[in-house]
């Protein structure tokens, strides 16, 4: 067996995961003649934590409406979820916020996570706060590293250069809404520089939650969205480029060839959970608004991920026949489970 290469055997739900540490790889691979698995009954492959709601910049499109008053997760409730994570088969931990570089104890943090309990961190950032202890860290310990990409992006040009200067694995994360749509064609028209630096370009479709609830969803401009995804599919760069699930119905829609064998429908409640601040546990963070939580102090870990109602409801609801008139419906899942109008289907394909 390779170093830092992990293979678990699911012998009752019929399939394999592997996952290289090192590199990032990872498959599910079913037994013969057996479909993909729906969900992960054994545990989460991905835990998403929020370790502080603590963040200086206070942007507008937040949609945790993090600021300077946020709190920070302690140490000690950390490694409780670590415990539980190796314990229930977790692969990786994307730490979030907040920005979780500034939470005090971050170096640490990355520390245990890989090397006391095996767990890949990542993180992603808003920039500030790339200490040198926090760069030789991440450089030791993290998967990648994310940078949020907010107007003027002046401070994600200098995060991504201090990374990229470490050797660290760097990634961008950018927005998608009405508006910056514009400047995501702009960027891969007309080249940026930074980003022939990273390792890849990943984009995020807004969703309306948090301190700016009416900002224009990318939806509501079909032309530039048409576009964009046009562009992406018909031409090669020097990086990634990757989205978020709740992205999927407009590849779907609109990148016809794209390999479907590489899109992800939302995996919230089937292969991945979050975890708050205060150790609330959800299907996914965008929903803290639009489901209650449960609580880890007050429910076993694999009893919320098994049989709690927010975790059943959103797996009822992608498995559900809402869409089953459209082709792409087995790829897509339906779309997002609770904000359906962030979903990017065309006309023909919804009706």
């Known amino acids: 067996m390779k170093a830092g290469l ?39 492959e991905l835990l998403d934590v929020s370790i502080t709601n603590w963040c200086d910049r206070e942007c507008e499109i937040c949609y945790r409406d993090s600021n300077r008053n946020g709190i920070h997760m302690t140490f000690d409730d950390y490694r409780f979820i670590l415990q539980e994570a190796a314990s229930h088969n977790v692969f990786q931990i994307a730490l979030g916020g907040g920005n979780p570089n500034q939470h005090p104890q971050f170096p640490e943090i990355l520390e245990i996570t890989r090397r006391g309990y095996g767990i890949v961190p990542s993180f992603t950032t808003n920039g500030r706060g790339l200490t040198k202890d926090v760069l030789e860290a991440s450089k030791e310990y993290c998967g990648a590293v994310a940078v949020s990409a907010y107007e003027p992006y002046i401070e994600l040009d200098v995060a991504v250069e201090k990374l990229v200067k470490y050797e660290i694995r760097t990634n961008i994360h950018f927005v998608l809404d009405r508006y910056s749509v514009d400047t995501a064609i702009d960027w891969l028209k007309n080249g940026k520089d930074i980003l022939n630096r990273c390792n890849a370009l990943v984009f995020l479709n807004y969703k309306p939650v948090g301190r700016n609830k009416n900002r224009e969803l990318l939806a509501n401009n079909n032309s530039n969205l ?19 699930s709740c992205s999927v ?13 590489y899109v992800e429908p939302c995996e919230a409640g089937r292969f991945s959970a979050f975890i708050s601040e205060n150790l609330q ?13 449960e609580s880890l102090r007050e429910k076993p870990f694999m009893e919320i991920w098994r049989n709690s109602r927010p975790f059943v409801k959103i797996r009822n609801k992608l498995k559900s026949n809402k869409c089953s008139s459209c082709s792409h419906q087995k790829n897509c899942l339906n779309g997002c489970p609770f904000l359906s109008e962030i979903n990017l289907c065309n006309s023909i394909l919804c009706n």
Request: positive net charge; charged residues 25%.
């Open 6 to 44: 992990v293979i678990r055997n699911y012998p009752k739900e019929k399939y394999k995961a592997i996952f290289d540490r090192n590199s990032g790889f990872f498959a599910r691979i079913e037994d013969k003649t057996e479909r993909e698995p729906f969900w992960a009954q054994t545990g989460p």
């Open 226 to 244: 048409a576009t964009l995804f046009s562009i992406i599919d018909e031409h090669d760069y020097s990086f990634r480029i990757g989205f978020d």
């Open 249 to 261: 119905s407009g590849i779907l829609s609109y990148m016809p060839k794209t390999n479907k064998t």
């Open 281 to 293: 546990m959800y299907p996914c963070s965008f929903m803290m608004g639009n489901l209650r939580g």
